[in-house]
């Protein structure tokens, strides 16, 4: 069983909906990572956090908005999406930066009508 | 932006025959991390790699560092059916702190 947990598991959200997508590890990680996966398509690096600071922005949207409240929790707050921002949302953890080993949630379904 | 090349694309095999597929760069890579993703869910980390010319097991699985860095191998053996999934590869770019994932190899088995 992963020890990063994602809520929610799917979501369904219209273009003018707020909604956040949430996660959780309890390993003592200090580095935590959203990435974005398209169908048959690698994960993609959105967003980078070390010890609860934004290292890195993958030159993502600013419709996609990251918070990390402490070292255990990271959250996605989502604003006016497009369809196209329809993907599996995966949050991920390490010890450190940079990775030695990458730990992945399950990931949250998102679909945007 | 660097890539990682994986193959093959996809791989169809009978129960218990040994699988091969490797992830290469034109770039150095510092670290190579092997993952099977299924359907629907997170990838898992299987095996990793921190050293050129590192051979490393885990079960049924074994995965090397290449020598030049440039690449890595990851071989089933015996292959099972839960073995079914996407093989992505994870490489650690050479003096950056970003994980870039190879293409992914589409594995099938049958019984």
Redesign the interface.
């Known amino acids: 069983d992963?020890e990063?947990t994602?809520t929610p598991k799917h979501l369904v959200m219209g273009m003018t909906n707020k909604k956040s997508l949430k996660c959780e590890q309890h390993m003592g990680h200090r580095a935590m990572y959203w990435y974005k996966q398209k169908a048959?398509?690698?994960?993609?690096?959105m967003f980078?956090y070390s010890y609860e600071k934004l290292?890195?922005n993958e030159s993502v949207p600013s419709r996609f908005s990251p918070e990390c409240p402490n070292s255990s929790l990271l959250n996605l707050h989502l604003h006016a999406l497009q369809p196209e921002d329809s993907a599996?949302y995966?949050c991920?953890s390490s010890q450190v930066?940079?990775?030695?080993?990458?730990?992945?949630?399950?990931?949250s379904?998102l679909t945007v009508l | 932006g660097q890539q990682l090349n994986q193959s093959p694309q996809s791989m169809f095999i009978q129960e218990g025959e040994d699988v091969s597929m490797n992830c290469t760069s034109s770039s150095i890579f510092n670290t190579w991390l092997w993952y099977k993703q299924d359907p629907g869910e997170g990838p898992v980390l299987l095996i990793a790699l921190y050293k050129a010319g590192e051979l490393t097991s885990n079960g049924r699985l074994t995965a090397q560092f290449g020598i030049t860095r440039k690449d890595s191998f990851l071989n089933i053996s015996a292959s099972i059916p839960s073995d079914v999934g996407i093989y992505f590869c994870a490489g650690l770019w050479d003096n950056t702190d970003k994980l870039i994932f190879g293409t992914g190899t589409r594995l099938q088995v049958f019984p």
């Open positions: 992963t990063v994602q048959k398509k690698p994960p993609e690096l980078v290292s890195i599996l995966l991920a930066i940079p990775p030695g080993e990458l730990f992945f949630g399950e990931g379904r």
